[in-house]
């Protein structure tokens, strides 16, 4: 891990010797490791959009075979064969990023004396001296508009990310509770636990590439083995 951080940090400094900011630095930083996971992030997508569209196929092979688990599970390999999903799809992508997320955490918590001099927006303006319960001073304090912001880009994607082709009531009503509480838990979390300004700032941007990225993949047409569920 000490390898992925130096290597971070790195990157963090050549970036900052071409814009002259550690925030905008760290937002290029989110750019390219996004662009690095692009092709494994597209197959998550894909996948999620492939199970929205054979959920109702699921919905009726779960209601036919209740009473025996075993055919349903049998059943339910059958279906993700025939139209060709893959259920296990979503799962490389977050195996890939624990690493890198992992270093990011690692990178900016270590190097405080960087930015703790480091200013973005109305990060470390008069603002933060006049409000510094509210407002960062550097980016390695704690600022609350740019945890709200975090925040709301958590719900965005949690939106964009939720089986809206489900038929199941109970599962549509889960996944809308989950999609509205993960992200106040996640802000009130870091915003007790303190965590620098940089570090959201990463999380932020990266939220809005994979928003972007998402609504992308859900309007593009779906493959041909899964438009047929539609057909028949």
């Known amino acids: 891990m000490q390898i992925i951080e130096n290597y971070l940090m790195m990157i963090i400094d050549q970036l900052y010797a071409f814009t002259g900011n550690y925030g905008v630095s ?3 930083l989110a750019a390219l490791i996004k662009l690095a996971l692009y092709i494994p992030t597209q197959q ?22 209740k ?41 900016i918590t270590s190097y405080q004396a960087v930015f703790g001099k480091a200013y973005f927006l109305w990060i470390g303006t008069p603002l933060s001296f006049k409000y510094p319960e509210i407002f960062a001073r550097n980016l390695a304090g704690h600022d609350l ?4 912001f975090y925040g709301f880009s958590m719900y965005l994607t949690q939106k964009t990310s939720t089986t809206t082709a489900s038929t199941d009531p109970a599962t549509v009503k889960t996944q809308q509770m989950m999609s509205t509480f993960m992200p106040i838990l996640f802000t009130y979390m870091m915003w007790q636990w303190k965590f ?9 941007a990266f939220n809005i590439f994979s928003i972007f990225q998402q609504v992308a993949i859900m309007k593009s047409p779906p493959a041909k083995a899964v438009e047929d569920v539609k057909e028949n």
């Open 145 to 148: 508009p740019l945890l709200l």
């Open 67 to 107: 009473s025996d688990p075993q055919k349903m599970n049998t059943e339910m390999m059958l279906l993700y064969k025939k139209h060709k999903v893959n259920p296990l799809g979503g799962c490389l992508p977050l195996l890939i990023q624990m690493p890198i997320l992992w270093g990011i955490w690692k990178t």
């Open 26 to 28: 760290v937002l290029l």
């Open 196 to 204: 620098p300004c940089a570090l959201i700032l990463y999380w932020l």
């Open 44 to 65: 998550q997508y894909k996948s999620m959009k492939d199970m929205q569209a054979i959920q109702p196929e699921m919905k009726k092979l779960q209601d036919r075979y």
